[in-house]
């Protein structure tokens, strides 16, 4: 147990008799005492220490000792440290050694509403500039790619399609049946009270080519494969290979975010027809199993209800929404900052991004087509 | 460099700095930790801008050169970054070749036999097809030396080049700078604060302080501890040892 006692030796000289066993398990020793000590008459001029019965000692003791030291510093009072054992001299020298540096000292200060509200305000506009700074900058990366002039790899393009397309038909596929399976059992149930079930085909054909294939599908992408372009470039700003990229005369935008906004164009409206079958084929294994139609009478029922405008619809939706997820990645990527959470931070902000943008362009896109008369 | 003020937002980390890096020398940034070394690498890149003040190679403006003069400039350096800093989904070779696909009209064959050559000279033979994952932290530096290398640069950069080195690569790599400023003509600049590398190939040097936030000392390493009266300069250059009476 750590003891510490005070004595005065002269009138303006302190002792601090330090015994005992000073150690972190038995918690820090208050320092209450001592500025007591100090403050009580008459005034102390020096403070002396003596560690004779001092049997074992590790941080505690010189937490105590160093707050000792700051407070006599701070009001004028000389400190011997002559009666402590060497080593705990050399730490509280090494402790000394550097002194604080001027402002290092963070000044943490509750923010007022006010503050808060214009501090999130200023936030949003310099977010809003640099987003629209990339979308300009990515325009003219696309007007050099149409005049030839982007530079980027090809077999980066190539091995991105791989990923953003082959590689993604499992869990395109078992999302896609489910929708469709979901759609034909709401449907059925409703439609079965009035003896129209084979309405189930139109229900499941149309949601599924003019809305759900493309939207499923893009949502889908954007939390695999617009979190892992905001993954793979966050982590290359933190390894500094997009600086490498930049020093070494290339746009990253051409490098980088190209190859994988024209992966996802290329791919989004292959998935996205290969989804609307998928879904259509489980909304007839519904027709089929609980409401006894033919696979025949289903797929005539769905090819007479589907439109080819449903179909070039949903597929020029989903390559916007391509586009949507690509950039939503790549500039969530690009802003990453310089650690390992941040970049679990761009991934989280990347899907955010992205279905907000499907979900505000599917509006959009609602509206202008029914003005259109699609 | 000219009266460059170097800033974060409103945060300036230092200020009106001039200096010159002459042809061939090897031109240690020290300082200590924070001071700045790295940053003042970035706005000597191009990496960051200065929030005043200019970089000039030769009599070009770096600072205020439009797109196509700034590129023709970087061709002319090659920057060795601190982690390697190479491009993780392409091989050594690849990574060597991208800079002469793109700035030369070499076949790809040609490609591979500069590029085999580059790592050759850096003790890499032999590691073309390997990942830079596949190799240890210390090759990733030397194979980074062998892309800044690439294009035969006027001017190599390094930042931190021994940092995590064992002291042996260390050394290693401070006579590699040697030989390819001595074999090449280059002007090498190196960022660091290893007292032994600022020793041993640095022909001229600046300190920066964090503290005042500026230059407080300039000129060849060994003569700034022979004659430096800048107490920190003294301390820094004396890993901190006192001074005997």
Request: with cysteine; net charge neutral.
């Amino acid at each position: 147990m750590n003891q510490v006692a005070f004595e005065r030796v002269d009138n303006d000289i302190l002792l601090i008799r330090l015994a005992g066993r000073w150690q972190l398990s038995g918690g820090l020793a208050p320092s209450r005492a001592f500025e007591r000590e100090l403050q009580a008459l008459p005034s102390v001029a020096r403070v002396t220490f003596d560690a004779q019965d001092l049997s074992d000692w590790d941080s505690s003791i010189l937490t105590f000792l160093a707050t000792v030291s700051d407070v006599c510093r701070q009001r004028g009072v000389s400190v011997e440290l002559d009666g402590l054992p060497a080593g705990i001299r050399q730490l509280l020298d090494l402790a000394q050694a550097v002194p604080e540096r001027a402002g290092a000292r963070q000044q943490v200060r509750e923010a007022s509403l006010l503050e808060r509200v214009g501090g999130r305000a200023i936030g949003m506009a310099g977010s809003a500039a640099e987003m629209l700074s990339f979308l300009g900058d990515m325009t003219v990366t696309f007007v050099r790619l149409f005049g030839m002039k982007a530079r980027y790899r090809a077999s980066d393009l190539f091995l991105l399609i791989q990923q953003c397309g082959a590689q993604a038909l499992p869990i395109v596929t078992l999302i896609s049946f489910l929708v469709g399976v979901i759609l034909a059992f709401v449907g059925a149930i409703q439609l079965k009270q009035f003896g129209a079930q084979i309405y189930v085909a139109n229900l499941v054909g149309v949601a599924m080519m003019r809305e759900m294939g493309a939207m499923m599908t893009a949502i889908l992408m954007a939390g695999r494969t617009g979190a892992a372009f905001a993954a793979q470039l966050g982590t290359m700003k933190v390894t500094q290979e997009i600086d490498a990229f930049t020093t070494a005369g290339f746009s990253p935008l051409e490098f980088l975010v190209l190859p994988r906004t024209v992966a996802l164009i290329l791919m989004m409206p292959l998935l996205c027809l290969y989804s609307d079958f998928v879904g259509i084929v489980g909304g007839a294994a519904i027709g089929v199993g609980m409401l006894d139609l033919s696979w025949t009478t289903y797929i005539q029922q769905t090819m007479h209800a589907v439109r080819l405008t449903d179909i070039v619809g949903g597929v020029f939706k989903s390559a916007v929404y391509g586009v949507l997820i690509a950039l939503a990645g790549c500039l969530r990527g690009l802003q990453s900052g310089n650690s390992s959470s941040a970049v679990g931070d761009a991934a989280t902000s990347a899907v955010v991004t992205g279905i907000v943008a499907i979900i505000v362009a599917c509006g959009i896109f609602a509206v202008v087509f029914y003005v259109l008369g699609l | 460099m000219r009266d460059l003020t170097m800033a974060y937002g409103s945060f300036v980390l230092m200020r009106d700095m001039s200096f010159t890096i002459n042809h061939g020398d090897v031109f240690i940034v020290m300082g200590g930790s924070g001071s700045g070394k790295s940053t003042l690498l970035r706005h000597l890149i191009g990496l960051n801008e200065p929030a005043r003040g200019d970089v000039f190679y030769q009599e070009q403006n770096f600072t205020r050169a439009d797109p196509t003069q700034r590129q023709q400039i970087l061709r002319r350096i090659g920057v060795t970054f601190q982690s390697g800093a190479l491009w993780s989904a392409m091989t050594l070779a690849e990574n060597i070749g991208l800079l002469l696909e793109e700035y030369t009209e070499l076949s790809p064959a040609e490609i591979r036999e500069v590029a085999s050559l580059k790592l050759a000279l850096v003790g890499l033979k032999g590691f073309e097809d390997y990942y830079p994952s596949q190799i240890s932290g210390g090759m990733q530096k030397r194979a980074g030396l062998a892309r800044a290398m690439a294009l035969d640069p006027r001017i190599l950069f390094f930042d931190e080049p021994s940092a995590g080195l064992d002291p042996i690569s260390s050394r290693l790599l401070d006579e590699l700078i040697l030989d390819l400023r001595d074999s090449l003509g280059s002007t090498v600049v190196v960022v660091t604060h290893e007292l032994a590398s600022i020793f041993t190939i640095g022909s001229n040097s600046i300190f920066l302080d964090g503290e005042t936030r500026t230059i407080t000392a300039s000129g060849p390493p060994k003569d700034l501890l022979a004659h430096s009266q800048d107490p920190k300069v003294r301390r820094f250059l004396t890993r901190g040892e006192k001074e005997k009476p």
